[in-house]
């Protein structure tokens, strides 16, 4: 009897995961002061490495299955205090595999208090042939609050079929506390778009918004700098109704992509928080 790749495992009815984290000011530090992430999610212990912000709490979400499969559904819930600083990224990249005609689902709601500073910074997701994935993040964030988040993606084809990803798809909406909308970022591509069209060799994008006051945000050139080093092309411009900003990363390939939205979140958090932050290493 003949085993099926690694790639085909999954259940053929996806599944629905539901994971909750909420984060407190007490002490001087950020804490994790509520968590419900059940398999395959799995957040690590609470690490502070920035001796300037010390209150300042990373998080490393990690997955133990695999990647998203066809049918899978996350949703993520994220509740940052007043004055929590908070910085959420994971291992490594998510594999999202053949989406069977159903795709993959990706939810997050965020919900950042007066003066907190919150980074969802995940690594890019990898879209496999037939990858259909769709990613839908809905925030509330404070006036005086800082949020930056990041939706990325490269393409790989490990048996080197030929055939493209399905789908990637991205919606963002920023929202005030009162509900008034700051931001709707909405986009689609299909792999065939993609190889069809005329980016040369880039298999890499990402997309980042720094919802932020004025005196917290970077200047574009700067972001844009750091992004260039690190081997993408990015530009920046500001964000509707003074929210902040908006940046646009390519890249050749998923590491590349992956320095330069780490050189990116790096900026963001020496304009918002007045310090450098430490080497997130992985």
Avoid at 197 to 209: D, E, F, N, P, R
Avoid at 230 to 238: H, I, K, P, R, V
């Amino acid at each position: 009897m003949r085993s099926r790749p690694l790639s085909c495992f999954g259940s053929e009815s996806g599944r629905d995961i539901d994971a909750y984290l909420a984060v407190d000011l007490a002490g001087g530090r950020t804490t994790l002061r509520r968590q419900r992430v059940g398999y395959p999610l799995h957040v690590t212990r609470g690490f502070y490495l920035d001796r300037m912000r010390p209150d300042l709490l990373t998080l490393y979400l990690q997955s133990a299955s695999g990647g998203l499969y066809a049918g899978d559904r996350l949703q993520l819930d994220i509740a940052v205090a007043n004055g929590a600083a908070f910085h959420l990224t994971t291992q490594a990249s998510t594999v999202v595999h053949e989406g069977r005609d159903v795709g993959s689902r990706q939810r997050q709601a965020i919900s950042v208090g007066a003066g907190a500073f919150c980074a969802i910074a995940s690594d890019p997701y990898v879209l496999f042939p037939g990858a259909d994935l769709r990613l839908e993040t809905g925030a509330t964030v404070a006036e005086d609050a800082v949020l930056f988040v990041v939706d990325g993606f490269a393409i790989h084809d490990p048996g080197q079929s030929g055939r493209p990803f399905a789908q990637f798809a991205s919606r963002q909406s920023i929202r005030r506390p009162d509900g008034r909308l700051l931001v709707q970022d909405f986009g689609r591509i299909s792999g065939d778009a993609w190889t069809g069209g005329s980016l040369g060799a880039m298999t890499a994008a990402a997309t980042a918004l720094i919802i932020a006051p004025f005196s917290k945000l970077p200047a574009a050139g700067l972001i844009e700098e750091a992004a260039d080093r690190s081997g993408c092309l990015a530009g920046a411009s500001a964000a509707p109704n003074q929210a902040g900003q908006a940046i646009r990363v390519l890249a050749p390939d998923g590491g590349a992509l992956a320095r330069g939205l780490e050189a990116v979140f790096h900026v963001a958090a020496r304009a918002a928080l007045g310090v450098e932050l430490a080497r997130r290493r992985k």
